[in-house]
């Protein structure tokens, strides 16, 4: 019996900017996206019952809110495929970060599925798919370093950033991505990273004009206490560059020297619970086991 192993990395927002909002209510965003190397692992195995999923890391929610069976019922009914999936879900991607942890995890199961059930959907297709579970999940599903505009559907790849060590850390208290839409919508937005010089600076190389670049608008739209008061220890730590991800609330840290890296980790660990070092990655990793 085969089996697909997909290890599914989390993003990061380095920059994160919302630039509009459709008749329909969704809105328009434009991002610069970079996955790292903090992965959750969905494992795959065909059945001839249901989608099944067993999780373990975390507290499993229903599975009809689970975004990596969602995505696999969509991909099957999709297919026409009357065979079922049993999923097994590793987390190891902090919930409630900004992270895309979620989406992550249906881009795996999209992913796993397709190699596991030999379908070979074209590349446009399958991100045509992930769109439908959600925003974040065609870049997921794309990896690497990109800029992402409209609601996540237009992605235009980039060079691979150098590597780089971002610390992340996340406090205690969250916001739902609900609650920090509703409050960039009435905020005034008046610090906004410029994406078309971040786009050059990774087109070039640039590090040094890249950097203050990194703002999120959500960070001071929702202004969560602990995210400012992770962003200046990371910044007094020799960070480069701190910043939200996503509608929060984690925080990374930018260094470009791992020891330094390594002495922030160490000193952000003995206030915050959830602080770890991840680098730029290319994507989902799948490999096939015979069982």
């Not at 890391?57 to 009809?64: A, F, L, S």
């Not at 881009?107 to 070979?120: I, P, S, V, W, Y």
Request: charged share 20%; aromatic share 4%.
């Amino acid at each position: 019996m085969k089996r697909i192993v997909a290890r599914a990395p989390a993003k990061l927002n380095l920059t994160l900017d919302v630039v509009d909002r459709r008749a329909d209510g969704y809105h328009i965003l434009n991002s610069l996206m970079q996955t790292v190397d903090r992965y959750d692992t969905l494992t795959a195995t065909a059945t001839d019952g249901p989608v099944t999923l067993t999780v373990e890391g975390v507290e499993p929610c229903p599975p009809e809110k689970n975004t990596a069976v969602r995505a696999a019922h969509l991909f099957l009914r999709h297919c026409g495929l009357s065979a079922g999936a049993a999923l097994h879900l590793k987390k190891t991607i902090p919930q409630q970060a900004g992270m895309g942890g979620g989406s992550a995890d249906a881009a795996a199961a999209l992913a796993a599925l397709d190699r596991l059930f030999g379908t070979a959907l074209p590349k446009a297709e399958l991100l045509s798919l992930a769109l439908e579970v959600g925003a974040d999940v065609p870049f997921c599903l794309h990896g690497g370093t990109a800029m992402v505009t409209g609601i996540g559907e237009e992605i235009c790849p980039l060079p691979l950033l150098p590597p780089l060590a971002f610390v992340v850390a996340k406090p205690p208290e969250g916001i739902s991505t609900a609650e920090a839409y509703r409050a960039v919508d009435a905020a005034p937005l008046t610090r906004r990273p410029d994406n078309a010089a971040a786009r050059r600076a990774v087109q070039n190389g640039d590090l040094a004009a890249l950097l203050p670049q990194f703002i999120n608008v959500f960070s001071d739209a929702t202004a969560l206490p602990g995210v400012e008061q992770i962003r200046r220890a990371m910044l007094s730590c020799g960070a480069h560059a701190a910043c939200m991800t996503g509608s929060g609330s984690a925080v990374f840290g930018v260094f470009v020297d791992d020891d330094a890296a390594d002495r922030c980790a160490a000193a952000l660990s003995a206030q915050w619970d959830t602080v770890f070092i991840c680098r730029p990655c290319s994507g989902i990793d799948l490999s096939e086991q015979i069982v």
